[in-house]
């Protein structure tokens, strides 16, 4: 991305975003816009996430174009590093099995899974749980959730898309 699209990117932020930063407010009125008619709350609350590296409660600039660029320009890698901090709820560096399953079930309520019963996101935690949990430790770290996804684990796979299918459809 060149400096000029750059800037043009930030005099755009600035504008809907006059303070230079995006509350949770304004994000929630983001995804409302991407998903009318859907209930956003639960899933956005994750993303939100992903985007607040500093955890200070808002996106500035600076974070807003990383996961942009990275989304858009970065190797498959780092947009799973991205994606990562979408199932680390407590951003305490693993995805444990509860982390996966709330995931899973705020996930499925936005999609509006209508065939998706609570045995059937259950099936899909626990099993993207032991195959993303390498070494048994009962946690996720980022490097095997990673290699879960690049060696196109099936279930930890199909979780993965889902969650870029939020980003792609906006």
Do not use: W
């Amino acid at each position: 991305m060149d400096k000029d699209a750059v800037e043009k990117q930030y005099q755009n932020f600035l504008q809907k975003h006059p303070d230079g930063q995006i509350s949770r407010k304004s994000f929630h009125s983001m995804m409302k816009e991407c998903y009318p008619g859907t209930d956003t709350e639960k899933l956005e609350r994750h993303i939100f996430r992903m985007y607040d590296t500093n955890k200070d409660g808002h996106i500035d600039f600076r974070e807003f174009m990383i996961v942009l660029y990275v989304m858009s320009n970065g190797s498959p890698e780092e947009n799973l590093k991205q994606i990562f901090r979408v199932f680390d709820i407590n951003n305490d560096g693993s995805i444990s099995l509860k982390e996966l399953q709330r995931i899973v079930k705020d996930l499925f309520h936005l999609i509006n899974e209508q065939n998706a019963d609570e045995a059937s996101q259950e099936v899909l935690a626990q099993s993207a749980f032991n195959e993303m949990d390498e070494n048994h430790d009962g946690q996720v770290s980022e490097e095997e959730f990673i290699e879960a996804c690049m060696t196109q684990k099936k279930f930890s796979t199909m979780l993965t898309l889902k969650i870029i299918d939020v980003f792609v459809s906006e």
